[in-house]
């Protein structure tokens, strides 16, 4: 998004004194100072922008609303005109025509297709919402006080070893299927519960805590670090860093929506304005029926599970949604919204631990590594057992958390000594691998024996054969060796296991939302250019017609939510089997809806006799509209 004068000042001289003689008639020969400061001057006073939209119809008002929600992912006219039905596909083209020739958006080109936006000075006139007093007696329902739980069970997770990756840096299936089964949600706001790990597991990978060894993720040293803060300062740094991923950082545009927590917006408003930042992946239109959890954007779906806002139901259906007090105090700042105040946490004789799920994340850590998870809501009930426990002490989790967390938790006495019995087993006796350095040369041996800041690498000299070195110094003892000229081959077959860098695979493609990248301005948009390009009478007749169409990807995608949102049966040929037992079969299907967050899509509808059908979008070989 660009503010006005920005835009004005990057425009070619002959397209601002064409918008000049738009705006204010011919005036002879202008320098080019008074030109932009004219221009400037008549299309950001509001007055002026008030006078042409009040001239507009509903229907224009609100595609300016969906481009100004857009934000600088901007908004295709192909995705505007899906979200109005096609009815109004000409008039739309005109109508994006007049507004960028009025300055009230403008266009740019990236890989041949048009993106519009708002101008910052805008948006918030654009986006326009009706809000509701809160009465007191409605029932919110929020995740503010799970958001660490969530992140620390994803962590816990990792580092018991128990991620990992495929060759192509996809997760394991293995690894899918415990991440849904680790579902930490009310049964009313399940959606396709990996979406949230997923994005958990974003924010962990671009805080660089991950490394990879073979083919098992683990937390960097690093990581024990910045988790270890404080909670409210760890929750800030989840909800930062996803205002700068869904939001480029821009917190204007939910402060503008969201002013305050004694007034909410209908979910169904809350729905179709959120649709522009990711159209593709929703419908602006879910009145008149049952609002469920995973028929939402997925921003108002991330920003329920971060805790930012709260829902209300009505007779089993979402009804309301506003901020939560942490959310408004996130957003503005606000210290006394912000306040942590930390519940006690409970031990019993059954070795049953009830721990707030809003605690320091180092003892949440400790928490979900040594038992096993009975409950998850305001507080976590676990129950500690020998084998998660050991296998909890072998992980990489410091040693100081679990002497901290028993301190903080205020064990009962059979606890403390079955818990002591147990961390016997693991750390009562050791086996330790020494790093020996053996010196054939009895004067370097000599050398090095005399060198102090040798020695302070050494635990033991062993007189005219070797050394005993520190673990944790030999990195520096082989620099010193360098000045010696010995450069000794390192046999540790740990040392030589490598470590890598965490990288992102086809996963955190169900992350991310489908946007445009950053095109060439277009400061002269051209109506024919831009007719042609939109779903015209001809277009209808092959995509959109009645004939068979061979689409795939996108394209696919696009006709069959069209088809859904105009309640248009559809004919698919698809195919069901595999090998020599494949078959083509022939359906007309009034499809319901279309997945296509996560591999495999799949449309749900229900047959001409009435019999309810799911079929994978990469099985249809053709299909067409019955009618248009």
């Known amino acids: 998004m660009l503010k006005v004068k920005d835009f004005l000042e990057t425009m ?5 004194k064409v918008i000049h003689e738009n705006l204010l008639g011919k ?19 509001i007055e002026n922008l008030s006078l042409w939209y009040d001239t507009l119809k509903t229907w224009q008002k609100k595609v300016l609303t969906w481009i100004a929600m857009s934000q600088n992912r901007g908004v295709s006219r192909a995705e505007l005109s899906i979200a109005l039905r096609h009815e109004l596909n000409e008039e739309l ?20 297709v048009f993106a519009y936006y708002s101008f910052t000075d805008f948006a918030d006139f654009f986006v326009k919402v009706d809000k509701s007093e809160i009465t007191g007696r409605e029932s919110w329902f929020s995740n503010e006080n799970k958001v660490l739980w969530l992140l620390i069970r994803l962590c816990s997770l990792i580092v018991k070893g128990e991620l990992r990756i495929n060759n192509n840096l996809d997760l394991h299936r293995r690894t899918q299927m415990q991440l849904q089964e680790m579902s930490a949600m009310p049964e009313f706001f399940s959606v396709e519960k990996n979406d ?7 924010f962990c990978s671009d805080s660089s805590w991950l490394e990879v060894t073979g083919s098992v993720v683990g937390l960097a040293d690093h990581a024990f670090e910045e988790i270890s803060v404080h909670p409210q300062r760890l929750v800030l740094n989840i909800l930062d860093w996803w205002a700068k991923l869904r939001l480029d950082g821009n917190l204007g545009i939910l402060q503008h929506l969201f002013a305050n927590q004694e007034q909410s917006i ?13 159209p593709q992946n929703s419908n602006p239109d879910i009145g008149g029926q049952e609002v469920e959890f995973s028929r939402l954007n997925k921003i108002l779906q991330e920003m329920w599970v971060l805790g930012i806002v709260e829902f209300s139901i009505r007779e089993s259906s979402l009804d309301q949604v506003r901020l939560t007090r942490r959310g408004y105090g996130w957003l503005y700042n606000s210290v006394d919204e912000l306040e942590f105040n930390p519940l006690a946490a409970t031990s019993m004789p ?6 707030p799920a809003m605690s320091n994340p ?6 979900s590594s040594v038992g096993e998870i009975l409950a998850e809501d305001e507080f976590i009930r676990i129950v500690v057992n020998k084998e998660d426990y050991i296998a909890g002490l072998k992980t990489n989790i410091p040693k100081i958390w679990f002497d901290n967390f028993y301190q903080w938790i205020n064990l009962p006495p059979n606890m403390q000594e079955t818990l002591a019995s147990w961390y016997q087993i693991l750390f009562g006796s050791w086996i330790r691998t020494l790093q020996i350095l053996r010196i054939y040369d009895e004067n370097k041996w000599e050398e090095l024996n005399g060198f102090s800041a040798f020695k302070d690498c050494v635990i033991e000299s062993i007189p005219n054969w070797g050394f005993i070195l520190h673990d944790l110094k030999v990195k520096k003892a082989r620099e010193l060796l360098e000045n010696f ?3 000794p081959p390192d046999f540790n077959e740990l040392a030589n296991q490598k470590t890598q860098k965490f990288k992102k695979g086809d996963w955190s493609q169900k992350v991310a939302i489908a946007r445009f990248k950053d095109g060439k301005i277009d400061y002269e948009p051209n109506q024919k250019e831009d007719l042609e390009q939109v779903v015209s009478p001809s277009l209808q007749k092959s995509k959109y017609g009645t004939e068979f169409q061979e689409l795939a990807g996108l394209e696919l995608n696009n006709v069959l939510r069209y088809a859904s949102l105009m309640d248009i049966p559809v004919e698919i040929e698809y195919y069901v089997g595999s090998g020599k037992r494949k078959e083509e079969i022939s359906k007309t299907v009034l499809i319901k809806e279309v997945f296509t967050r996560r591999e495999p899509c799949f449309l749900q509808g229900n047959c001409s006799s009435g019999e309810s059908i799911e079929i994978h979008l990469d099985n249809i070989s053709r299909f067409r509209l019955t009618k248009i």
């Open 362 to 367: 180092a003892y949440l850590m400790v928490a």
């Open 27 to 45: 005036q002879g020969i202008i320098s080019n100072v008074r030109l932009l400061q004219e221009c400037a001057t008549q299309i950001e006073n």
């Open 93 to 112: 083209a005109i109508f994006l025509q007049e507004a960028c020739e009025r300055v009230a958006i403008f266009r740019a080109e990236s890989f041949g």
């Open 485 to 487: 000229g010995l450069t």
């Open 266 to 278: 209908s979910i169904v408003s809350a729905q179709n304005l959120f649709w522009a930042t990711d």
């Open 12 to 16: 070619p001289k002959g397209a601002l």
């Open 196 to 202: 949230y790990w997923l994005l958990l597991l974003q």
């Open 350 to 355: 059954n070795f049953e631990l009830l721990i």
